[in-house]
């Protein structure tokens, strides 16, 4: 079946440590990917998003995400976390398909926590 | 702050009522999608319109029904309530009708069935 995976369920990291977030998708061709983070109690902010062309996406907030289509595997990273990164983040694709009813499909989300 | 609105923030309800919760998009856009999020099942792509017209549909459930009215805001009824309706309900709005367009969300509807 098609779908979304992010094997972390939860992730904890220092503050100033990098960070990587895994996705990995199963479709037949390269879905739209994207990265969306939720902050405690608010919705949702897109990251990123990659559709074609440069692998590496830069991000809002410092974000970057690499697609690598070997691996079906869409990761998002940070260099130096900050404290106020602690989130829920999710992976979510949309299906190559054509025609109407695309919907966003979402990851199960990775929790992040930050010690200080 | 994205733009986007919605009210109520709360809602507590019983078995067997019915609610509607309103979103009100980001001045401009005009699509409004409507997400549920449940710790059983995550975020859940429920239902997307464009400038009034159903565009596309997931899993929403046949006692849940929503519109997208001309001022473009969006209303979201659920009826007959069940216990495993009590979730967030979030609404995004994006500007065009493609689903890759980027979507913009509200603080969410937490409703709790009793």
């Known amino acids: 079946a098609q779908s979304v995976t992010q094997p972390d369920i939860h992730i904890t990291v220092s503050e100033g440590a990098s960070l990587e977030l895994r996705c990995n998708y199963s479709y037949g061709a390269t879905p739209y990917l994207f990265w969306y983070v939720q902050s405690p109690g608010q919705g949702l902010q897109l990251l990123l998003k990659?559709?074609?062309?440069d692998t590496l996406v830069q991000g809002i907030k410092g974000f970057e995400a690499e697609f690598k289509r070997s691996q079906s595997s869409f990761n998002l990273r940070k260099p130096s976390v900050h404290w106020s990164d602690a989130a829920e983040y999710f992976c979510?694709?949309?299906?190559?398909?054509?025609?109407?009813?695309?919907?966003?499909?979402w990851g199960l989300g990775t929790s992040l926590a930050v010690n200080p | 702050d994205s733009g986007v609105t919605q009210t109520p923030k709360h809602l507590i309800t019983a078995t067997g009522q019915r609610v509607t919760l309103r979103c009100s998009p980001r001045?401009?856009?005009?699509?409004v999608y409507w997400y549920q999020q449940s710790l059983d099942q995550g975020l859940q792509f429920l239902i997307h319109y464009y400038n009034g017209e159903e565009r596309a549909k997931g899993n929403i459930l046949e006692r849940f029904s929503a519109q997208q009215f001309p001022d473009l805001h969006s209303e979201l009824n659920l009826s007959s309530l069940e216990l495993g309706d009590s979730a967030l309900y979030f609404c995004?709005?994006?500007?065009?009708?493609?689903?890759?367009?980027?979507?913009?969300f509200g603080p969410g509807t937490r409703l709790t069935v009793l």
């Open positions: 979510a694709v949309v299906a190559p398909q054509a025609g109407n009813n695309r919907k966003l499909i």
């Open positions: 990659y559709f074609s062309g």
């Open positions: 995004a709005s994006s500007v065009g009708r493609q689903t890759t367009d980027t979507q913009y």
């Open positions: 001045s401009g856009d005009l699509s």
